[in-house]
């Protein structure tokens, strides 16, 4: 058993020692990747165009991860840096893709919003406020139709929650029973609205009220309420029971995009909810838990640090687009076959 810190109480928890280890090296890698991201676009100009942090939100992807199986799969809005990471996408491409390289995971056509990882079932971030919300039914339509038992999990802001298209689509989903977990990443603020100031129903999970679909809200910042909520909800599609719809509660660090004065609120309380921080608290179990060491958990933060470091220089090694690419994978040919089995 490892010495626990003596500033910490020792905790009982029925997660075991690999998930939380898990957890905290995903989350890590999600932070540091979206800092020195950050930092390529800020300090050197070397990213470019639209930029939007997932930090502070990464117990949701790790939360994720923990209770779905590889087949899931997930599609997201533009702040999808985390959720490609954590799904699989290989961090170099990733990077690859904010510097706008051919080896980029959209071929560095997409860049920050457009995320895409297909043979690990990421599909996509997408600009299109709510857009997500439709094609995330109609993935889950394609798993109900082939006769699988894989789940989507349909991530968007509480921004996209105000969008006419998820009426819509919830109202076909409950119909047609689709394996779909509809995620609201509620940080707060639509951009820089904040929800209060954007509808009477300021709870977002009771949108689902109307299609007598199963909600619930959850604490965000939390992998294991996460993990809890979405295993329930993973089960009863697994189980042809439908969707579910699930608030998550949670908090952007950053600004909406990279380019945001964050005007409309204070640093009090950004600084609240740092105190909440996802990864501080993961770090806090394992430790009072007896699962590791700080030794062991900078030995984490250094294999981090080197992938991330890598994807940097992978990104700057990278070769750009050829010009002939401008118009490639913007029409479909008019031989692909529609209907791949």
């Known amino acids: ?3 626990t810190s003596p500033t910490l109480k020792p ?12 957890w905290y090296e995903l989350m890590q890698l999600i932070r540091q990747f979206e800092l020195m991201a950050e930092e390529k676009y800020k300090m050197e100009g070397k990213i470019r165009g639209f930029f939007h942090s997932y930090a502070g939100q990464e117990a949701i992807a790790a939360g994720c991860m923990t209770a779905t199986r590889a087949e899931d799969g997930f599609i997201t809005a533009y702040r ?31 860049g920050s919003m457009h995320f895409f990882g297909r043979e690990v079932g990421f599909w996509g971030g997408h600009g299109i406020v709510g857009a997500q919300i439709g094609t995330g039914a109609g993935l889950a339509f394609a798993e109900q139709y082939r006769g699988t038992d894989n789940v989507i999990l349909c991530f968007f802001g509480d921004g996209a929650a105000r969008q006419g298209i998820l009426h819509e689509t919830f109202n076909l989903a409950m119909l047609w029973k689709l394996p779909v977990i509809f995620i609201c990443e509620n940080n707060n603020y639509a951009m820089g609205t904040s929800v209060e100031r954007t509808s009477n129903v300021i709870d977002i999970y009771k949108l689902a009220d109307g299609y007598e679909m199963p909600a619930d809200t959850i604490n965000g910042m939390s992998a294991e309420a996460v993990h809890e909520s979405v295993s329930r909800a993973v089960k009863r599609a697994r189980e042809k029971g439908g969707p579910t719809l699930l608030e998550m509660k949670t908090y952007r660090y950053k600004g909406h995009s990279i ?11 950004v600084d609240e909810y740092k105190g909440q921080d996802p990864l501080q608290t993961v770090k806090n179990t394992i430790l009072s838990g007896g699962f590791a060491t700080e030794d062991d958990l900078k030995k984490i933060d ?11 220089r992978f990104a700057e090694e990278s070769p750009w687009p050829d010009d002939d690419e401008v118009l490639k994978d913007v029409y479909v040919d008019k031989n692909y076959p529609f209907i791949v089995d």
């Open 302 to 312: 250094e294999r981090v640090e080197g992938i991330v470091v890598e994807s940097v």
């Open 11 to 22: 905790v009982a928890t029925k997660f075991s020692k690999e998930t939380y280890l898990y």
């Open 1 to 3: 058993m490892a010495e």
């Open 80 to 110: 999808d840096h985390g959720l490609a990471i954590a799904k699989g996408v290989p961090v170099n491409s990733c990077m690859a893709e904010l510097y706008g390289k051919a080896t980029g995971c959209a071929k560095g056509k997409g």
């Open 259 to 269: 380019s945001d004065p964050q005007k409309y609120r204070s640093k009090e309380e």
